[in-house]
C-alpha cells in the first residue's frame, strides 16, 4: 500500500471561523495506482491534494494521519515535509505553467529548483533531457523563455520538474483544464507513461473533468462538501455508482468527451454545503432525493464491493 490517508481534518482558519474543508477523510492508494479525484468546486479537491504535500499558510492540520509505504508524512510540519517533498511527494499545482517565471529562462529555474533542493544540476541533466524527449520537447527548451512555450509545452515541462526524482506520490492538479483538447490527451497519456516508467509510483489527479479522467485512472474518488463520497475501480464508478451524488454527477455529464466546467452542476437543484458551519449527517441529505430520516447520522465511508467504498446509507 503506497499511501493511507486516515481521518484526515485540514481547516482553513478565517475571520469568520475554521472552514472545514477537510473533514475526515479515508481512503488508500495501491502502488502503481492514478486515482481522478472529482467534484464540484468548493467540496475540497484542491485542500485534500496540497494536504499531501505543502500546507498553505492558512492550512491547519487539526486530525488524522497520512502514511506513504508505512511511515507517517508530518504533514502539520512544513520544515519536517521539506525533506519528503519532490522525493517522495511531488506536486503540479493550478495553474502551475502561469505561475513560471517570465523573465528567467526554464534552465535557470530548474537549475535553482534543483540547487534549493541539494541536488546538483549536471548529475540528473541527462536524464532530465530524456524526459523531456520523452514528452516531446527538445532539451533546447531549457534556453527559452516561459512565454516563446505553448501552454502545452509548458505543462510538460513542469510535469518533468515536478517527476524528476521518482516521487512515490503526485499530485496533478487540474494539469491538463487550460488546454486545447488534443493537448489535454497528450498530457494525460504523459501521465500515463510516466507511472509505466515507473517515475510515479501513484497519482492523484485532480480534475472537474470526469470524462477525461476516466480515460487514464485505475480509479476515482468523488468529494463532496470536505469528504469522500465515493472511491472505486474507474468502470464500476462510471457504470455501477453507488451514491446519489456520483449518480447525478454522471448524469450531468454532457456527451462523451465534452468538457464540463460548470460550477455549479447541472441538474441537482441547491448548491454545495456550508463548510463553514457544515449541517450535521450526510453532507449530501439536503440536495437528495433518497435521503431520509437515517441520514441525520454521518454514514461511514464503507467497502460495499471490491475496492468500492461509498458513504451512504442507500447503498449497501
Ligand atoms: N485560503 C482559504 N481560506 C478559506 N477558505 C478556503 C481557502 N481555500 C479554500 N477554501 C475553502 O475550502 C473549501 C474547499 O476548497 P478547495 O479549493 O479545496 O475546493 P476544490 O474542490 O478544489 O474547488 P475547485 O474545483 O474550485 O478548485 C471551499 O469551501 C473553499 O471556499
Not at 477537510?22 to 467540496?43: C, N, W
Request: aromatic share 4%.
Amino acid at each position: 500500500m503506497a499511501l493511507q490517508v486516515s481521518d484526515l481534518r485540514v481547516h482553513y482558519r478565517t475571520v469568520r471561523g475554521d472552514v472545514r474543508a477537510l473533514d475526515g477523510v479515508t481512503f488508500a492508494l495501491a502502488d502503481g495506482e492514478i486515482t481522478g479525484l472529482a467534484g464540484e468546486s468548493g467540496s475540497g479537491k484542491t485542500t485534500l491534494g496540497k494536504s499531501l504535500v505543502r500546507l498553505d499558510g492558512r492550512m491547519r492540520h487539526v486530525g488524522g494521519r497520512v502514511e506513504l509505504d508505512g511511515r507517517e508524512l508530518p504533514i502539520g510540519d512544513s520544515a519536517r515535509m521539506d525533506r519528503f517533498r519532490f522525493h517522495e511527494v511531488s506536486v503540479i499545482p493550478q495553474y502551475a505553467m502561469s505561475a513560471l517565471n517570465p523573465t528567467r529562462r526554464i534552465g535557470t529555474m530548474v537549475r535553482e529548483l534543483l540547487r534549493s533542493r541539494g541536488i546538483g544540476h549536471r548529475a540528473v541533466r541527462p536524464e532530465l533531457e530524456r524526459r523531456l524527449r520523452l514528452v516531446g520537447l527538445a532539451p533546447e527548451v531549457l534556453d527559452r523563455y516561459p512565454i516563446e512555450l505553448s501552454g502545452g509545452m509548458k505543462q510538460r515541462v513542469v510535469m518533468v520538474l515536478s517527476t524528476l526524482l521518482d516521487p512515490a506520490l503526485l499530485v496533478a492538479d487540474e494539469v491538463t483544464s487550460a488546454l486545447d483538447v488534443s493537448t489535454q490527451r497528450a498530457v494525460a497519456e504523459a501521465l500515463v507513461e510516466f507511472r509505466d516508467r515507473g517515475y510515479v509510483r501513484s497519482m492523484i489527479v485532480v480534475t472537474h473533468d470526469l470524462s477525461l479522467v476516466y480515460q487514464i485512472a485505475d480509479s476515482i474518488m468523488v468529494m463532496y462538501g470536505g469528504r469522500l463520497a465515493e472511491k472505486a475501480p474507474a468502470d464500476a464508478l462510471v457504470t455501477a455508482p453507488r451514491h446519489p451524488y456520483t449518480r447525478r454527477l454522471l448524469a450531468a455529464l454532457p456527451e462523451p468527451g465534452v468538457r464540463h466546467e460548470d460550477k455549479r452542476l447541472a441538474g441537482i437543484p441547491g448548491g454545495p454545503p456550508e463548510l463553514l458551519d457544515p449541517p450535521a449527517g450526510c453532507r449530501f441529505r439536503a440536495r437528495c432525493p433518497l435521503a431520509d430520516d437515517r441520514c441525520a447520522e454521518q454514514p461511514p465511508f464503507t467497502e460495499v464491493a471490491p475496492a468500492h467504498f461509498v458513504a451512504c446509507w442507500k447503498a449497501g
